[in-house]
């Protein structure tokens, strides 16, 4: 039975990590392939050895750091009580993590995750404390990288340390709901929530599991009906209870209501029961949607009376998007919603694993990211951003059949490479609302159709008759294009294209669709799953698309948690990271980097204030100011024209003309000031070489506020460039020298004795009206800030990226935290777009980090908000993939 191939080599590769993870050190590839021959041997497993060998060696590894806690040290808290109570048997945490050793995952790394789970635990309080108490705090992922695996975790340890009431927060929809509550009864309850087949399921596979209760099911959220049903009450539980419920404001008014009549006492206040809140996706709320159920300011508000229902109670919110509107916008939330949720007490920066598939490689890393990433230019002819739901839809775009090859060759190389029994997906998001994603629908079930034939007649023939069909000429040109060091040749892939329809199915997911992406209904079977899903919101948030492989997403949101959500991508690739595409519009591309350079960077904060010994409250403080705050305030305000004054931070930061004059006379007239100050050294007794231009050390502050003072920015980024200055001048009485560093390509017409820099090639620069947007808003090049530094310096940035992650190589804020004073870059940029004789002359100013109460008022200019936001945007009430 195929049920048992899957099985068999699931079970036998766990035994192989396990058998690995015994090693005194990392074995290579040689020594656990031939492990891997000895086990099958004694286990009697004819199964595929590649990708047994393939996943156990990701396996041996993969590492995961400690991450970074920030907490309130003024508190009256011992986080070190875990510690000393002896009196706690850890049941359901060690079930847990034997079952996700049954999963694959390392040794070590659930070492790691009970290491951090227990941290986290410290951070709540002892629920054996006496008294009236609650715990605030906040849990920051990465998309698509284990958060649940975490809470989990900490789920298991919170029970077993006595915390008899979890609800369990799992976004707002349905089908996530659904999967949460599947992963929460594998991995806590042990038993499946299935009315139809309540079977014993992951932990509860372990003999005399103390099942915990459950007040929900696979396929009912709370409800009082649901409640009264198990018989339930809570004082009357001797064991942990878990609810799994959406943040609706039905949904939890119905909890709020049965608390409050069944259980509580005469005073209204449940007293003997500890109760945890994990909130997931915890900035969902904040959301600006006028849709009533998922109002932020109401859900919020029952949020708060369910705690209040507690005289002990701890909240934690997961997120992966740092900027979570918890701090950034508190317009979203009455006063009293956002003191009570703030996450006063703690917040935990998770470190990924090592294998972890994240925003860096795909927006930052340069090799990478052009492996990876394919811009789409042609969907707006077909499917344009502001398209209404009766548009008729003639066509897909070319850009999306060709990603569709792109996924059919992928799963081809992965079935080569031994992933046969591996889910393989693609996800396509191109519209909000329900019918034009069915429209969608048909169109690629119709090409799927088309392909699926073209290969049966052709897989097994010559390439003298395959390649008269036009469909086999554009397979081997995609694989040509696209996968050609994959390791296989035509002649490979073209054998191989024929199974890759065995088991793919096109689904459309939202909240109106009837059809579940139901990876573990497959595996029942003894299948993996080749999806293609097309959706809208309902594939943004939260949902596991297992073996995504190809992305295809053209969608114009700026809302930072709406976005970063939307990367379904993330994630681990093991055996195929080569082969993930990911095809989203320019701007998109542009503003998924720059946020990804902001999230990395707020981390990288956070681990300094530690360092610092600063409280929430001070970070909160700081992300309020940070420059991003002004575009995501102006995101839901500016609608309506006004006009926004915040307060900003540029500690830590760096501020580039991005927008750029497409007017010659000014950038003539600019390159000008650049010889001029040249010439004079900006002050300085002499230049220092860096091998890539020169550096003027220590530079009075005066004379930079005098050169870009005078150097003429495009007129949107005007105001961007006076609140540099105002900056600038802010910590003049910290800092009375910078550096600068005239940036120069030798090989691109420089000539120091006329005082000119060489450009730096800037194609992917695109025109707007009459600026020059630079690509992923970036004018340097990645590391440009090291130069000048010295190696002490040098080495004391690599050291700084290794305290979080010993494989991270240092950037540019690492570099700019040991420069330890202002810098200014300029640099002339040419070719910039599609102008091959242009020269631009522009600048960066970066601030050294750890001013955080330095701020400074900025009124945004709206022209230049809008040009960041692209124009029109979408906004979360025009989607229909909400729940009813």
């Known amino acids: 039975m195929n049920f048992n191939k899957v099985e068999s080599q699931k079970n036998f590769t766990s035994a192989l990590i396990s058998a690995l993870s015994l090693l005194p050190e990392t074995p290579t590839r040689e020594e656990v392939g031939e492990r891997a021959k000895q086990l099958a041997a004694a286990f009697s497993y004819d199964g595929p050895l590649e990708t047994v060998i393939e996943d156990a060696l990701i396996a041996v590894d993969s590492r995961m750091g400690a991450g970074v806690s920030l907490v309130d040290v003024e508190a009256d808290h011992d986080d070190e009580w875990v510690y000393k109570r002896d009196d706690i048997t850890w049941t359901y945490s060690d079930a847990y993590e034997e079952y996700l050793k049954k999963e694959q995952m390392h040794p070590t790394v659930v070492r790691s995750l009970s290491d951090v789970g227990t941290k986290i635990l410290g951070h709540l309080q002892d629920p054996i404390s006496e008294g009236k108490w609650d715990r605030r705090g906040l849990v920051i992922g990465h998309v698509q990288s284990g958060k649940t695996a975490n809470y989990m975790g900490v789920i298991a340890k919170a029970a077993d340390a006595g915390y008899k009431f979890i609800i369990v927060i799992a976004g707002i929809h349905n089908n996530l709901r659904k999967q949460t509550q599947e992963r929460i009864d594998e991995g806590f309850v042990g038993r499946s929530s299935d009315p139809e087949d309540r079977k014993r399921v992951g932990v509860g596979l372990t003999p005399d599991y103390p099942h915990p209760a459950t007040l929900t099911n696979i396929n009912d959220d709370f409800s009082k009906k649901t409640a009264n049903q198990s018989g339930w009450k809570i004082n009357d539980l001797n064991k942990p209870t878990v609810l799994v419920i959406k943040k609706n404001v039905s949904t939890l008014k119905a909890l709020h209501v049965w608390l409050k009549e069944m259980n509580a006492q005469a005073d209204g206040v449940i007293g003997d029961v500890p109760m945890l809140m994990i909130d997931d996706e915890a900035d969902n709320a904040s959301i600006n949607t006028n849709k009533p159920e998922l109002d932020p300011t109401k859900t919020n508000a029952m949020l708060r009376k369910i705690l209040g229902l507690f005289a002990k109670s701890c909240y934690v919110g997961y997120t992966a998007t740092p900027f979570a509107n918890i701090f950034i916008n508190p317009d979203s939330y009455d006063e009293e919603a956002y003191e009570e949720l703030f996450p006063r007490d703690f917040i935990v920066s998770l470190d990924a694993p090592n294998t972890y598939f994240g925003p860096d490689k795909v927006f930052l890393d340069d090799i990478s990211s052009a492996r990876t990433v394919r811009p789409i230019w042609d969907c707006e002819e077909y499917l344009p951003f502001s398209h209404k739901k009766d548009d008729l839809v003639p066509e897909l775009p070319p ?442 002359p522009a600048f960066g100013l970066s601030f050294p980090d750890g001013h955080y109460q330095t701020e400074v008022e900025v009124v945004a200019n709206q022209v230049w908000i809008e040009r960041m936001q692209g124009g029109s945007f979408d906004t979360p009430d025009e989607e229909e993939d909400y729940d009813e």
């Not at 920015?713 to 600068?740: C, E, I, W």
């Not at 935290?817 to 599609?834: A, D, E, I």
């Open 399 to 840: 850009s999306l059949y060709e990603a569709i090859d792109q996924f059919i060759v992928a799963k081809a190389i992965r079935n080569l490479r031994g992933q046969v029994n591996k889910h393989c997906s693609m996800m396509i998001n191109v519209s909000r609302f329900v019918a034009t994603q069915n429209t969608v629908r048909n169109f690629v079930s119709l090409y799927q159709k088309k392909v699926r034939e073209a290969v049966k007649a052709n897989y097994a023939m010559p390439d003298s008759v395959s390649q008269k069909n036009e469909v086999m000429i554009s397979l081997k040109a995609c694989l040509d294009k696209e996968f050609s060091d994959c390791g296989f040749t035509w002649s490979d892939i073209k054998v191989a294209l024929n199974d890759v329809f065995d088991n793919l199915r096109i689904f459309v997911v939202n909240s109106k669709s009837d059809e579940a992406l139901d990876y573990k209904k497959y595996e029942r079977d003894g299948n993996s799953l080749t999806a293609i899903a097309i959706g809208g919101l309902s594939l943004s948030r939260g949902l596991t698309i297992e073996g995504l492989t190809v992305s295809y997403m053209y969608r114009n949101t700026r809302m930072y948690d709406t976005l970063m959500q939307m990367g379904r991508w993330f994630g681990y690739r093991p055996g195929f990271e080569d082969v993930c595409r990911v095809h989203l519009s320019p701007d998109s591309i542009n503003w998924y980097g720059h946020i990804a350079e902001a999230s990395e960077e707020l981390r990288q904060q956070i681990k300094r204030m530690r360092r610092d010994r600063m409280s929430p409250k001070q970070f909160g403080l700081y992300v309020k100011a940070h420059p991003d705050r002004l575009l995501i305030t102006a995101a839901n305000k500016m609608r309506a024209g006004e006009k926004i004054t915040v307060n900003q931070n540029f500690s830590g930061k760096i501020v580039e003309s991005s927008l750029l004059p497409t007017d010659s006379k000014v950038n003539k007239e600019n390159e000008a000031l650049i010889a001029e100050y040249w010439k004079k050294k900006f002050g300085c007794d002499a230049l220092e070489e860096t091998g890539k231009g020169w550096l003027a050390r220590n530079a009075k502050i005066s004379e930079i506020e005098e050169f870009l003072t005078k150097f003429r920015s495009h007129p949107d980024f005007a105001d961007r460039k006076a609140a540099a200055l105002s900056y600038l001048r802010a910590l003049s009485d910290k800092y009375d020298a910078g550096d600068v560093l005239l940036i120069s390509v030798s090989s691109n017409g420089e000539d120091a004795d006329n005082h000119t820099l060489g450009t730096q090639e800037r194609n992917s620069a695109r025109r707007d009206g009459d600026a020059w947007r630079t690509s992923k808003d970036r004018v340097a090049s990645r590391g440009d800030e090291k130069l000048g530094l010295s190696t002490a310096q040098r080495d004391e940035a690599a050291a700084l990226a290794k305290e979080l992650d010993k494989d991270k190589r240092p950037s540019d804020f690492h570099f700019r935290s040991v420069r330890k004073k202002p810098l200014l870059m300029l640099h002339v940029l040419g070719p910039v777009g599609n102008d091959t004789n242009a020269r631009v």
